[in-house]
């Protein structure tokens, strides 16, 4: 294996973090603020962090924010807060490298837990555990709420635990920030799937559904069901349960490895494989620019050796002599599609073949939830809310995280919980006094 | 896991329970009614007003009225404010109409402490006695005393002319005493020898509190293309009195020798940027603090982060009340002549986060007792022998605890 440590800067020292606070203008209506998805108050925490508050910093990151150092590792904050940051006079604050530093010292120092409300006698069930769900879930218990959460898996997290490589986000820091929102009060049964939501739903005054996408989009190609052949997703999985019981991996790759995708997964993938060893190659259909993936994971990607070949579309899988072949076909940019990124359209149909040990697919991922009955989705099976109060089609039912959007970051999973939550409470303070 | 606690920052000052011990001073921040509603709104504690006085004895203000000691700051950094002169007046607003806000603000914001600061000459006892009246009949709580403005007003008579003059301090603080329904704060100037001689003064003639310091009459500096000081108003400056982080300690000993000596509650001014500023303060004897430059600077903001870390020190001492605290530092304070003249330290510095910058070794060659020696690592060895421990390594390492004394 690969040292992992070089995916993650060190830690930043006390003085590090008071200094680089220091610097930080103060903006009026800090732009920062505005790239947050969840509203982070990003010029309070770190003025805190400056006047040596480091325990009254993470409380206020947590205001908006319980997933503080989570998100902290994970964010792609160079496209998000510090992105925004006043640069004309210097270089970027470094929010991320702080907040990680805040939520690292409550960790060592005892976690501080936000007050909660009374009880208000009213209970929500929370299907799925992961950033949407958490966020929800500690927003509702500060709101005096009776919360439970009901997770498929054997662990909490979501994707937290199940999908995101511990290179770049540490099982240590997701572990401890469920056990915060156990301490605020939520209820996290494990192991507990969902079978028809109407008689679930019977259970609770409201309900928060925060199941993440994990449908696999299918690729519709010629030999796409060739032993060899996995979906990124399952095998960036299979390594996490590895890690969470200490047992070797189910899904074991040869020496080269061909990844499909150019999304985070992707590159999630790519990375795990370069870690295990592997010869990794990128192979994305549009451009580097079109990436969804963050550029931050792109560059690291790159700089651990990973090769890219963008616009290269795959044609069928097969096998050769043993080994697994994939055959692309050139692209160019064409008008813009839906998504408002040039569609790739193929220059020949010949196609170039390239030989690989084992190929891990990433071309993006929908959502199911079959105990649905009657909550209206969208064609790729997202739950369709309303994006003030994160209501679905049916009254007192709320979604959001990739459930709703189909993957973007954690932090939009957190805002999305939080804002439900907020829904939640106006939902049933209203129906309460209807009654 | 931490229990989420609620810390009671009340505290009570002349008979009056304060929601917080956070004051704006009398200063720009609270130069209208409307700003001082806004900084209640902000959760602020309480407030002075601006310095009112009659309308006859106002003066027009200059432009411009700032200066300050800033360093510049690597290329990379903002400019950092060590000090902020100024040349404002008091007030150049009406009187009538700052009677009628003070009215409305009382109305709205009945649990914030709400001071009217008011000015009148010292010979002048008939204008004094006219505006404690009209400030107590408008719904003040208290008043302060303006004996210590140093620009502008000492040369009518008033301000910092009373506070230099103990006589004038008594003098004037019982005429007030005479006329008062509420209580009276004297506000005493540092630019006095020894400012315990007119808080002893005032507190003699009947005052109820004394607030301390008002600014520090200084010269911010020359610009050196036109060659006048600053600030420069038109080709002419003048004096103007200093804030901001670089009176701290001038402050705190005043605070400190006013708590020690006389019995009296005392409002803490001076330098106050953060939480940890305000803690000092009332650990040397202040009941509560006022603040205006950091304000100047961040807005009325600053009370969120000024209560979070304020309530975070009492609970890591396990304080319930502000009254737990307040003069608890006074009894480490005693002549240099009581203080242990048998044990010793010595410097002792920590290889692992030295940066090998060698400051030390520069300052203990030249200014020290050469008791410092950077071997070819650049790592300082500490000759303990000559070393006296005065601690000046430890002042201009640029590491948090890398340098530190230990026991000899």
């Given at each position: 294996m690969k040292n992992a440590d070089n995916y993650l800067p060190p830690l930043m020292s006390a003085q590090e973090a008071v200094v680089e606070a220091s610097r930080c203008l103060s903006c009026a209506d800090a732009p920062c603020r505005q790239g947050c998805p969840a509203a982070n108050d990003i010029v309070k925490f770190i003025r805190q962090i400056a006047q040596r508050n480091f325990r009254g910093a993470i409380k206020t990151v947590r205001e908006s924010n319980v997933l503080a150092g989570t998100c902290a590792l994970i964010c792609p904050v160079g496209e998000l807060c510090e992105f925004r940051c006043t640069t004309k006079l210097q270089k970027p604050i470094a929010i991320g490298a702080l907040q990680r530093f805040v939520a690292e010292y409550d960790r060592q120092h005892g976690m501080s837990?936000?007050?909660?409300?009374?009880?208000?006698?009213f209970s929500v069930g929370i299907i799925g555990s992961g950033p949407a769900g958490l966020s929800a879930a500690f927003e509702l218990c500060r709101l005096g709420y009776d919360v439970e959460i009901h997770e498929a898996e054997d662990l909490p997290g979501g994707i937290l635990t199940y999908g995101i490589p511990?290179?770049?986000?540490?099982?240590?820091?997701?572990?401890?920030?469920?056990?915060?929102?156990?301490?605020?009060?939520?209820?996290?049964?494990?192991?507990?799937k969902i079978g028809k939501l109407a008689e679930f739903s019977e259970k609770y005054d409201a309900i928060f559904i925060g199941i993440g996408a994990y449908r696999a989009t299918p690729l519709c190609i010629e030999g796409a069901d060739i032993d060899g052949v996995y979906q990124a997703a399952s095998f960036l999985k299979d390594r996490r349960i590895a890690e969470l019981h200490g047992k070797p991996p189910m899904i074991n790759l040869g020496r080269n490895v061909i990844v499909i995708g150019g999304g985070n997964t992707a590159i999630d993938a790519a990375q795990s494989a370069r870690l295990a060893g592997c010869e990794v190659e990128i192979f994305y259909r549009r451009s580097e620019n079109d990436m969804p993936a963050f550029k931050s994971e792109i560059q690291s990607a790159k700089k651990n050796g990973v090769r890219f070949h963008f616009n290269h579309m795959p044609l069928r899988f097969s096998v050769t002599g043993g080994r697994l072949v994939v055959t692309f076909a050139k692209t160019m940019p064409g008008s813009p599609d839906d998504t408002g990124r040039p569609a790739p359209i193929m220059i020949d149909s010949s196609g170039e073949d390239y030989e690989a040990d084992n190929i891990l697919l990433a071309i993006g991922q929908e959502a199911t939830f079959e105990g649905n009955c009657g909550i209206a989705t969208d064609s790729r099976g997202l739950i369709i809310v309303d994006k003030e109060t994160g209501a679905t089609s049916m009254p007192g039912v709320f979604a959001g995280g990739d459930a709703i959007n189909g993957g973007a970051t954690a932090v939009q999973a957190v805002a999305d919980g939080r804002c439900a939550a907020l829904g939640i409470d106006k939902f049933i303070t209203e129906n309460r006094q209807s009654r | 896991?931490?229990?989420?606690?609620?810390?009671?920052?009340?505290?009570?000052?002349?008979?009056?329970?304060?929601?917080?011990?956070?004051?704006?001073?009398?200063?720009?921040?609270?130069?209208?009614?409307?700003?001082?509603?806004?900084?209640?709104?902000?959760?602020w504690g309480g407030a002075v007003t601006k310095t009112l006085a009659h309308d006859r004895d106002l003066l027009a203000n200059v432009t411009p009225r700032l200066a300050s000691l800033s360093f510049a700051g690597r290329s990379d950094e903002a400019k950092k404010l060590y000090g902020l002169e100024n040349i404002e007046l008091i007030t150049d607003r009406p009187l009538d109409i700052w009677l009628k806000e003070i009215g409305d603000i009382k109305t709205q914001f009945p649990r914030q402490l709400l001071v009217a600061s008011i000015m009148a000459g010292g010979n002048d006892r008939v204008g004094w006695q006219e505006l404690v009246r009209m400030c107590q009949n408008a719904g003040a709580d208290m008043l302060e005393l303006n004996f210590s403005?140093?620009?502008?007003?000492?040369?009518?008579?008033?301000?910092?002319?009373?506070?230099?003059?103990?006589?004038?301090?008594a003098r004037v603080t019982d005429w007030v005493k005479s006329?008062?329904?509420?209580?009276?704060?004297?506000?005493?100037?540092?630019?006095?020898?020894?400012?315990?001689?007119?808080?002893?003064?005032?507190?003699?003639?009947?005052a109820d509190a004394i607030s301390a310091i008002n600014t520090v009459a200084v010269i911010a500096g020359v610009d050196l293309e036109t060659l006048a000081p600053l600030p420069n108003v038109f080709g002419k400056s003048t004096h103007g009195g200093y804030s901001g982080p670089a009176i701290k300690p001038i402050a705190l000993k005043a605070v400190a020798g006013i708590s020690l000596d006389l019995q009296v509650q005392v409002s803490g001014i001076g330098g106050i940027e953060t939480w940890s500023d305000a803690v000092e303060f009332i650990l040397l004897?202040?009941?509560?603090?006022?603040?205006?430059?950091?304000?100047?600077?961040?807005?009325?903001?600053?009370?969120?982060?000024?209560?979070?870390?304020?309530a975070g020190f009492m609970e890591d001492h396990g304080f319930t009340r502000i009254e737990e605290f307040i003069g608890k530092s006074l009894p480490f304070l005693t002549d240099h002549i009581n203080l242990d003249r048998e044990r010793k330290m010595i410097s002792q510095i920590d290889e692992a986060t030295c940066v090998k910058c060698d400051r030390c070794v520069i300052s203990c060659r030249d200014a020290g007792y050469q008791a410092l020696t950077a071997g070819p690592d650049r790592i300082p060895k500490v000759d303990r022998n000559r070393c006296t421990g005065c601690s000046l390594c430890v002042q201009v390492c640029p590491v948090w605890d890398c340098a530190k004394l230990v026991a000899a």
């Open positions: 837990l936000l007050p909660v409300k009374e009880p208000n006698g511990s290179y770049r986000l540490s099982p240590e820091m997701v572990k401890d920030e469920i056990e915060y929102v156990k301490a605020m009060g939520a209820k996290i049964i494990t192991g507990s | 896991m931490r229990m989420a606690t609620q810390t009671n920052l009340s505290v009570r000052f002349c008979g009056f329970e304060m929601a917080n011990p956070f004051i704006l001073s009398s200063a720009p921040p609270t130069g209208t009614g409307e700003m001082i509603k806004q900084a209640f709104e902000a959760g403005c140093p620009h502008g007003m000492p040369e009518k008579g008033m301000g910092m002319a009373i506070g230099q003059d103990p006589e004038v301090t006329v008062s329904t509420i209580p009276v704060i004297a506000k005493m100037t540092p630019n006095i020898a020894d400012i315990r001689v007119p808080a002893k003064a005032a507190v003699k003639a009947g004897g202040a009941t509560n603090v006022q603040l205006c430059t950091a304000v100047m600077f961040h807005g009325f903001g600053i009370i969120e982060e000024l209560k979070d870390g304020f």
